[in-house]
């Protein structure tokens, strides 16, 4: 129990040896802002920016069902950071400032839209259940659609007319994150093709800081559903979702492969 909250210091402070001062303010965890189903949002010595705190809790279907998939967090973090900076240097703009340790990430503070983008290149999920087709149909253009974040409302879908006329985002703002969004899927869809994973759908958040849209949140077998191209085995939290177990194998997995390809 105890191991358990002195582990923590131990690795932030390991992880601040070598910053400066400054620096190492900017690592510092305050009052804890809100606490979701997979992450904590701290706020930081500098109003500026928050710590992203992942954790190893995993939910699904609104929070019905819940369980622990082990290292989850550390891996999350370590993909969805691994993936922001790839994205940055094709030039899109996220809220990654950098990555703190294991799990604590430090990140630009957004105001964010409420609304999840979604982008498709195979039928699954939810698509297919709705449109009643088979699962694991590759789609002749991607499918890009827009839910309004709201649990209490269980994130019903919507178009971009609703995101304009509710005031979330402006008809701009709404246009520009579904390009980026497609953007987004040409850059992860080639990187993931190249270590031989289906991009086969993901989840985005974004957000307004300065005026401007960044990408937000996390891209990680959480927020993406992955499958190995040759055995098309699920690499993704729809291990979870449907007991298929395994779950910290996949996304351990899923990060092995991304280092692997990174460090080439
Ligand atoms: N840069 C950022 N600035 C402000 N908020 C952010 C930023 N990045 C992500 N968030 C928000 O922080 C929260 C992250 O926590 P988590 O992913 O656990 O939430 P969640 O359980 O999915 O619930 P929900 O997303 O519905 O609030 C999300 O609400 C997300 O929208
Ligand atoms: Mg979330």
Redesign the pocket.
Known sequence: MILKYILPMLTLSSAAAGYSKGEKLLMEKKALL?E??????YAAEDERY?I?TYKDEA?AFDGAKKGIIEDKGIINNRISCLLFKMLEEAGIKT?LVKQLDERNVL????K?VPVEVVVRNVTAGSLAKKLGIEEGLTLPIPIIELYY?N?DLHDPMINEYHAAAMGWANWEEIKEIQAIGLKINEILKRFFDDIGIILVDFKL?F?ICDGRILL???ISPDSCRLWDKQSLEKLDKDRFRRDLGGEAEAYREVVSRIEKNLSK
């Open positions: 809100y979701g189903k997979a992450k904590q949002i928050f992203m939910t809220h990140v630009k503070r957004m964010m974040k649990d958040e957000g937000g949140d996390e």
